[in-house]
Nanobody, 125 residues
Framework: QVQLVESGGGLVQAGGSLRLSCAAS????????MGWFRQAPGQGREFVAA????????YVVDSVKGRFTISRDNTKTTVYLQMNNLNPEDTAVYYC??????????????????WGQGTQVTVSS
């Protein structure tokens, strides 16, 4: 079992920044890939970014590339999502997830094995 706890969400004005954290605990030795998804009201869950624990490969979806950065701290088994220049369209619940299979089909939510409870990000105009 892997437990994931997100934090760092909140209310921010357009143009502002937030850094989300996802702390992983439990059986983390198999924590090969960590991903961030988001879900806006009335929308499906959208893939945002992923990172492979070793060697640290990252992938960020084009729609947020240049504004969002995913990183990890191995010593703390924590993954971060740095979000800059936020706009109201970024408003959503952000989830982190753990994937224990291959570095492929990263955008498919069904491929992830464990999920956090989500953290709300609200961007005001």
């Amino acid at each position: 079992q892997v437990q994931l706890v997100e934090s760092g969400g909140g209310l921010v004005q357009a143009g502002g920044s937030l850094r989300l954290s996802c702390a992983a605990s439990g059986s983390t030795f198999g924590t090969t890939i960590m991903g961030w998804f988001r879900q806006a009201p009335g929308q499906g869950r959208e893939f945002v970014a992923a990172i492979r624990w070793r060697p640290g490969d990252t992938y960020v979806v084009d729609s947020v590339k240049g504004r969002f950065t995913i990183s990890r701290d191995n010593t703390k088994t924590t993954v971060y999502l740095q979000m800059n220049n936020l706009n109201p369209e970024d408003t959503a619940v952000y989830y982190c997830a753990n994937k224990r299979s291959q570095w492929s089909s990263l955008a498919s939510a069904t491929g992830y094995d464990y999920w956090g409870q989500g953290t709300q990000v609200t961007v005001s105009s």
